[in-house]
């Protein structure tokens, strides 16, 4: 047994920390993936839905006539058709009800009011436009800081009379919730005899998450069986269904929901919408299946958006630097229903994350959910709940304290991070981070991008600016994140009640192949091959011989979908358990043909060896065989694992992020000129996708801090609902990403990988945000607003006198 | 997403075109290049009758340079303008200019005449033809009439063109050899119209402009022809003082609408910026002035911009 | 209503159906030949994940009637594969550099990237990026696509390439 063999079956195996090819790609390069809208069932018909066009409205009359005497439509379903069902309202996964169809009311701009089916696209098209409704406007209110003042109008009609919500009491009808976590007493006596303090109204723009694929349902209801078949976007398919038992009143056993491929989720496709839910009614009233696909300027301004976060800052700190303490109070903005996407006991998410990578010794964190008229929301767009926002505040309020203190941000937070041997570290605000390097990585990343000397460069810029040689102004953005992902250990985490676990169940066949299916479920994240990357390096089966399989609920165990990066955390653990469950099993049989104790077997690669004795070996291959013909008395044939792991802890990646950004004082566009991004997962386990996460979610982070925003205006229209303006990269405004890492695996994880798929955009927004405002604050400026668009780039250089 | 239904002709010649508009009228629109009607006919802002399909009548596409006289097809497409080498060496602005509309699927599809003859005040093309002061010939079943590019275009939406005409060609005379020439396009992403735009065509002769034509794209409910502006600059020799006079020339007949592209302020503001560096940058391609050094005290240092590289 | 009969060729073979005129040919390709490679990601044009290859040009096929196609020669993704079976450059390039994950746009704007190296066989990275600015992508960054392409261009240039049909 030598190493090159050791090395090439290791190889061949194609494992944890392979830069494997995508098994998944085979099929998309040649335009054979299956998306919900590629399918097609005998006897399908079309819904689409007939929208408000007003943001508050009460509807007087819907006149159905014209719509259903166009031949080719089969029904046009109002709130009225859904009453006797209990569904004109449904459940959101916030303890909050949201209109499937607006009931009396409509409460934002392109809310559903009626859903046409018709035999095809086209004719649902015009039937659409031939339904009548007869609306009275009603005073809109789309601003978050006047929806708790007396006076402004009141949306939730339907919630009047509620002094309370699932989170607590709400103090104004347009209130939702208060939460709190931290040591307000504590935190404010660090404020009170604090040397330094900063305040800062940071604020996260509404923005949506935009997959390329909008959402999509297919449903079919089999009366004879009594059996529903829906298909859809759906990033946490087993929650679908049990959701659909629970409003339809079908047994559970009697749904199969499956996730087919599907085009980027980014949190968008977690939760429930009227267009799933109408489908279905659609096929139990019609008795044939039912398809619903949205257009883009619905999806952009009806289903969840993210952020809306407007959160005032504070820093305490000594003179030298220290901080002392950290406070914050938030407005979020929920509009018109609470359908934020976040496990129950957290209305505000993961929020307290947001002391970030800082030893802070205390904090309060306030937040107060509103209500307004825009969409229904928020989900996380890419991050875990809510970490972007508690990531974009306290990494731009260091850089806000280090202007104060004028001090470098770099050596501001230098002098604030969690050490090694600070870990396990328990947060001001109640989290356990369970392992990190971070001055390793803050190091790394200041070298990597020449820190001192870009600085030295901004400064020859400032003077030539001051001078008149130049235009141009020079940015340096530092972001040093920690985030919180891999929702996550039950006793604290659950989305309707049930634990936030995940779970694999592994089946090895006789010719020594596999397969897994988990919980969990890919939006392109590559978990057909990284799951089996995982089970090769735990069973010596070759990733090529395995089959992954996700999403289909009716064969796949239990799980809790893919969002807040929680695949590799929670899936990833549940699949190398279950792998080393096979294992064992595999040991036994082993033992049983080679004719030894288990105690004296070594695993080595993709098989066993009697210690002392390698020749005397039975690889997994023969031991899937003999699973099947041979197995110790007493044993069961067969060669299968489950696995549901319910996590300790959640999981910690954290990141240095350094961006240099040229801004032309004239026009205020902006150019990135150099990006570098460190993270650090844990174990790595496919090099070549993480670095495909990490350009991914820089793209989206860029995107987000430099143009995207779902506005509003007075009466309610909403802004940028479509790809003319809402502010998606090309390949030509896109920077170039360069990437590195640490790897600092979690202790409580099976093997060490904490999620990655959103650290780019929990730290890129913030080193995008920083950089564009640290151009500034030579110049006098704080803090300016995202979106860094040129317009409100050029209007804040104008403020600080520097353009005309 | 889906279009209201209408009737599609797909007439064999020019005459058949003029004679099915002729029928239709204004219920009616011609279908060129499609990608400013179709879109529009997706989200139901347009529904014609009729579509009149004139993409493969051969008789309306084609570059013609005779000595200084250009005539341009109107179905040519922005890739086909782009494609001409002649043209390019003829009158290098347009080249420069399609290459900033839309996205290279557009362009293979989008056509001069659909670009000018709409009235969209988005579109790059007719503020560039104000610039060059192009005519443009229109047919009917009644006959044949021209209309200056700077006198076609009254409001949004809103041309010269009756109903039963269509635009059947371009035409302009090159500017002299060696002029200068500059397109600055100020926009938000690659293939968004105009936060604001400038054309530019300068010919200069012993350090001094001769002549100048400056135009505005989309800060108007039209393209503007800036007839201040490059009266001011002509004669000059683009001392700083000159450059900041035909800015604010041109800023004052700014009228841009405030949309997610930016406030009025800023629009009117950057309508200024592209004809400053547009003018800087014509100035530096003019053969007689290239490699000099055109304003001896210009504050800028470069004139593209960050962006400098986007150009063609 | 009113049907028209159209006849094309789409990925060498001849096709003959009725249409409404309305009925946009990404529809059609998707809906009447089942060929759902093509996707619709917008309802403005923009994104580019319809992109076909008609009659020599990258088409966005959202925005082009199928009756507009009458007479056309079309070529979709699901033509692109060699005559032995074998994957075309691109579509082998865009696997080993890793240049799509959730595959939605990678159909269009393979098609796209095919016209585009037959525009410019040997483009620089900026070229590239120009290239394919009327595809978004919203999972790559774009940074392994142009790398992919770059592949594609690189083998194509080394092996003479016979197409199926041009």
């Known amino acids: ?804 | ?312 | 209503m009113a049907k028209r009969l159209i006849s094309l060729t789409v990925n060498g073979s001849k096709v003959e159906r009725e249409v409404e005129d309305r009925r946009l040919l990404i529809h059609f390709l998707r809906e009447d030949l089942r060929l759902t490679g093509a996707h619709v990601g917008c309802e403005t044009s923009h994104c580019g994940a319809c992109t076909v290859d008609m009659d020599g040009k990258s088409v966005k096929s959202c925005t082009v009637f199928a009756v507009q196609a009458d007479g056309s020669n079309i070529r979709t993704i699901e033509g692109m594969a060699q005559a032995d079976g074998s994957l075309h450059p691109l579509q082998e390039g865009f696997r080993m550099q890793h240049g799509l994950q959730c595959g939605f746009c990678t159909p269009g704007m393979i098609m796209r990237s095919y016209r585009f190296l037959q525009e410019n066989p040997n483009p620089t990275e900026e070229e590239i990026r120009m290239g394919i600015s009327g595809n978004l992508c919203r999972c790559t960054g774009y940074q392994n696509i142009v790398k992919a392409i770059r592949y594609a261009a690189d083998k194509i240039n080394q092996i003479p390439m016979k197409e199926a049909a041009e």
């Not at chain 2, 997610?260 to 940058?281: D, F, I, Q």
Request: contains cysteine.
């Open chain 1, 1 to 804: 047994m030598n190493s090159q063999s050791v090395q090439q079956r290791q190889e061949k195996l194609e494992g944890i920390g392979c830069k494997r090819k995508r098994v998944e790609d085979i099929r998309f390069v040649q335009g054979k993936g299956n998306y919900v809208d590629d399918f097609v069932f005998p006897g399908m018909v079309f819904g689409d839905f007939v929208r408000s066009p007003y943001a508050h409205a009460r509807i007087k009359k819907i006149d159905k006539s014209a719509a259903l005497a166009l031949p080719g439509v089969k029904a046009v379903l109002t709130a009225e058709d859904l009453i006797p069902l209990n569904l004109h309202y449904m459940p959101t996964l916030a303890g909050d009800v949201q209109a499937v169809l607006a009931h009396e009311k409509v409460l934002f701009q392109n809310q559903e009011v009626a859903f046409v089916i018709a035999e095809d696209r086209y004719i649902a098209a015009d039937a659409v436009e031939l339904v009548q409704v007869e609306y009275e406007e009603l005073p809109v209110l789309v601003d978050p800081f006047k929806a708790m003042e007396p006076g402004a109008p009141v949306l939730r009609e339907d919630l009047k009379d509620k002094t309370s919500g699932a989170h607590g009491p709400r103090k104004h009808p347009n209130h939702i919730f208060t939460w709190e976590a931290g040591d307000k007493q504590a935190t404010d006596a660090a404020f009170d005899k604090a040397e330094v303090t900063i305040k800062e109204l940071i604020s996260y723009q509404r923005v949506h998450p935009s997959p390329l694929e909008t959402c999509a349902s297919l449903a079919s209801m089999d009366k004879i069986n009594g059996e529903l078949t829906l298909y859809g976007t759906f990033q946490a398919p087993h929650v679908v269904r049990t959701v659909a038992s629970l409003i339809a009143g079908i047994p559970e056993h009697k749904i199969r929901v499956i996730s087919p491929d599907i085009g980027g989720g980014f949190g968008n496709k977690v939760g429930v919408y009227p267009g799933y839910v109408m489908s279905v009614v659609g096929s139990i009233v019609l008795g044939v299946p039912v398809k619903w696909t949205e257009g883009r300027i619905a999806n952009l301004s009806t289903t969840a958006f993210a952020r809306d976060y407007h959160m005032t800052g504070e820093l305490a700190a000594t003179k030298d630097g220290k901080i002392t303490g950290l406070r914050a109070h938030v407005i979020a903005n929920h509009g018109a229903f609470d359908a934020c996407a976040d496990p129950t006991k957290f209305p505000a998410g993961l929020f307290s994350i947001c002391t970030g990578s800082y030893d802070i010794p205390v904090a309060h964190v306030e937040v107060d959910g509103v209500y307004t008229n825009k969409a229904p929301g928020g989900v996380a767009y890419r991050c875990s709940f809510r970490v972007t926002e508690a990531a974009y505040m306290i990494e731009r309020l260091i850089d806000i304290l280090a202007q104060k203190l004028n001090m470098d941000p770099a050596e501001l937070r230098w002098k604030n991070l969690i050490q090694p041997g600070q870990f396990p570290y328990k947060s001001a605000l109640g989290w356990e981070y369970d392992s990190g390097n971070y001055p390793a990585a803050m190091k790394k990343a200041l070298e990597a991008i020449g820190y001192q000397n870009l600085r030295a460069e901004q400064a020859q810029r400032i003077a030539d600016f001051k001078a008149g040689k130049t235009r141009d102004l020079m940015g340096i953005g530092v972001s040093f994140f920690t985030e919180i992902v891999g929702a996550g250990p039950s006793k604290n985490c659950d989305i309707l009640g049930i634990g936030m676990f995940d779970s694999c169940e592994i089946r090895v066949h006789p010719t020594g192949a596999a397969i897994a299916r988990l919980g969990t479920k890919s939006q392109g994240q590559g978990h057909e091959t990284t799951y089996a990357q995982i089970l090769a390096t735990e069973t010596g089966i070759p990733a090529d011989r395995i089959t992954i399989e996700e999403g289909d609920t009716d064969t796949a165990p239990y799980g809790l979908g893919t969002y807040g990066s929680r695949s590799t955390p929670v899936g990833g653990a549940a699949c190398s358990r279950a792998g080393r469950k096979i294992r064992q099993k595999a040991q036994m049989i082993a033992a049983h043909l080679l004719e030894v104790h288990h105690d004296d077997l070594e695993w080595d690669v993709d098989g066993f060896y009697v210690k002392g004795a390698p020749e005397k070996r039975k690889s997994m291959k023969e031991l899937a065989w003999a699973a099947y013909n041979n197995v110790p008395p007493g044993m069961e044939m067969g060669l299968e694992a489950v696995d549901y792991y319910d996590p300790p802890n959640f999981t910690y990646p954290f990141g240095a992020y350094i961006c240099v950004t040229d801004i032309d004082a004239d026009t205020g566009e902006a150019k990135v000129r150099r990006f570098y991004a460190l993270d650090d997962c844990g174990t790595r386990i496919n090099p070549m996708i993480i670095e495909g996460q990490i350009h991914g979610g820089l793209t989206e982070a860029f995107g987000i801090a430099m143009g995207q925003i779902v506005d509003y205006d007075e009466a309610g229209n909403v802004q940028n609902a479509s790809f003319m303006d809402y502010f998606l990269p090309t390949a030509v405004e896109t920077p170039h990403w360069e990437t590195d890492y640490t790897e600092t695996p979690s202790p409580h994880h099976p093997i060490g990988a904490k999620g990655v798929g959103e650290s780019p955009n929990v730290g890129g927004v913030p080193a995008f945000s920083n950089a564009l405002n640290d151009a500034f604050v030579k110049f006098g400026g704080i803090h300016t607003q995202m979106p860094h668009t040129a317009p409100r780039i050029w209007g804040y250089a104008k403020e600080l006198g520097l353009a005309a």
């Open chain 2, 1 to 312: 997403m889906i279009p209201a239904r209408f009737d599609y002709h797909r007439p064999q010649s020019k005459r058949q075109a003029l004679e099915m508009l002729g029928q239709v009228l204004g219920d009616g629109r011609i279908l060129a290049g499609g990608h400013s009607l179709i879109p529009m006919m997706k989200l139901r802002i347009a529904a014609p009758a009729h579509l009149i399909d004139i993409s493969r009548i051969g008789e309306l596409k084609g570059i013609a340079i005779r000595g200084s006289d250009i005539e341009i097809g109107a179905m040519t497409t922005q890739h086909e303008l782009i494609a001409s080498d002649s043209l390019a060496e003829a009158c290098p602005i347009i080249r420069e200019a399609a290459k900033l509309i839309a996205d290279p699927q557009v362009r293979y599809c989008g056509t001069l005449g659909g670009n000018i003859g709409n009235g969209d005040p988005g579109n790059d093309m007719p503020g560039l033809m104000q610039c060059l002061n192009a005519t443009y010939v229109l047919e009917s079943m009644k006959g044949v009439r021209v209309v200056p590019a700077r006198s076609f275009y009254a409001g949004a939406y809103s041309t010269a063109l009756k109903d039963g005409e269509l635009l059947t060609k371009v035409r302009f005379t090159a500017p002299p050899k060696g002029h200068g020439y500059a397109y600055k396009k100020l926009k938000r992403k690659v293939g968004d119209y105009a936060t604001a735009a400038a054309a530019v065509i300068l010919q200069m002769a012993d350090g001094k402009v001769s002549q100048a034509s400056i135009a505005l794209t989309n800060v108007a409910d039209t393209p503007l022809y800036a007839k201040d502006a490059s009266d001011r600059i002509a004669g000059t020799s683009l001392q700083s003082a000159d450059i900041d006079a035909a800015v604010a020339a041109a800023e004052a007949i700014a009228r841009p609408a405030a949309d997610s592209r930016g406030s009025v302020e800023y629009r009117t503001k950057m309508a200024g910026v592209m004809v400053r560096r547009a003018l800087m940058e014509a100035a530096g391609r003019s053969s007689a002035t290239a490699g000099q050094s055109v304003s001896p005290d210009k504050k800028e240092h470069k004139a593209g911009g960050l962006f400098g590289w986007l150009k063609g």
